[in-house]
Nanobody
């Protein structure tokens, strides 16, 4: 029902920046919340950031607060993750996800509350 495609990953030095994008198609984008998660080798998938359907509410993991910013452009059906001051421990595959609850709050940190997932994009931060 909803398809998600991430882009923007790559290799960056510690202290650098990257911007991830996630393009959505299917259901009207402005009716559901979005989130970013990441998974490092040998670790469980973890919450990074989320945003409400309108963009008015956001939520961040403590590990990225102050360095990452989630935003969305409902006219372009796209959610972004601006990542600054990157650290080697940010290295992971990053996934965007859609919480298809209508007009969702955008505050959920639980991956089981997200209904659609992208294929992931690799982010590697070298020291």
């Amino acid at each position: 029902q909803v398809q998600l495609v991430e882009s923007g990953g790559g290799l960056v030095q510690a202290g650098g920046s990257l911007r991830l994008s996630c393009a959505a198609s299917g259901r009207t984008f402005s009716t559901y919340g979005m989130g970013w998660f990441r998974q490092a080798p040998g670790k469980e998938r973890e919450f990074v950031a989320s945003i409400s359907w309108s963009g008015a509410s956001t939520n961040y993991a403590d590990s990225v607060k102050g360095r990452f910013t989630i935003s969305r452009d409902n006219a372009k059906n796209t959610v972004y993750l601006q990542m600054n001051s990157l650290k080697p421990e940010d290295t992971a595959v990053y996934y965007c996800a859609a919480d298809l609850t209508y007009y969702s709050s955008g505050l959920s940190t639980n991956p089981h509350e997200y209904d659609a997932w992208g294929q992931g994009t690799q982010v590697t931060v070298s020291s």
